[in-house]
């Protein structure tokens, strides 16, 4: 099924985050900064790393809102992440991007974010990238804003919504096995050469 594709600027705004390093001071207020390292997860729910930043600084224009979808564009490509209601008025780092939709009625943030994880658009980016024969690295906002976004329903958004979730508890749970079958094989071993 062959859905409306729409430059992703058409669809909100894309701004790139806070230049942190500017505005730290020692004295000023801790605020949360999201960063790349963040973005684990299909929904920002961890509180990141305090940062202290300067009182008389204009950068409230930046504070993140509930909804917003916060992408690594330095680092770990593309990997992104809703803010929910945790993490409504920290700031994005300047290693990510912050897309606000225009019409929550025609576009679901955490359909964004699970399409910015995608390895499909991973790889239309990669080709994009590739083309511009720049360092995979990085991606300018300004190619960001470019990128052809699929446009299902609404309904649609959510569905995929939901598997990417889904798909993100079944990760984590399998992990978590992992984990104890790794620490009871550990314990196994050493028992085995306390003997």
């Excluded at 606000?100 to 390895?119: G, N, V």
């Excluded at 990085?138 to 609404?154: A, E, G, N, Q």
Aim: charged letters at 25%; one cysteine or more.
């Amino acid at each position: 099924m062959k859905h409306q594709l729409v430059l992703f600027e058409e669809l909100g705004t894309i701004t790139q985050g806070l230049s942190v390093s500017r505005y730290k001071d020692d004295q000023g207020n801790p605020e949360i900064v999201v960063n790349v390292k963040d973005l684990g997860s299909l929904c920002l729910t961890e509180i990141p790393d305090l940062v202290r930043l300067s009182e008389s600084a204009n950068i409230e224009r930046y504070r993140l809102c509930e909804g917003d979808v916060v992408i690594g564009i330095r680092g770990t490509l593309l990997n992104s992440s809703v803010v929910t209601q945790a993490l409504e008025g920290s700031f994005p780092g300047q290693n990510v991007a912050v897309f606000r939709a225009d019409d929550l009625t025609k576009i679901s943030p955490t359909y964004i974010a699970a399409l910015m994880r995608s390895e499909w658009l991973k790889e239309s980016a990669f080709a994009l990238q590739k083309r511009s024969s720049t360092n995979l690295r990085s991606i300018r906002v300004s190619d960001l804003r470019k990128f052809l976004i699929p446009l299902p329903t609404l309904i649609y958004q959510k569905q995929i919504a939901q598997l990417f979730s889904l798909f993100e508890s079944y990760k984590a749970s399998t992990v978590n096995a992992l984990d104890a079958r790794r620490e009871l094989v550990e314990m196994s071993l050493f028992k085995f050469l306390e003997q």
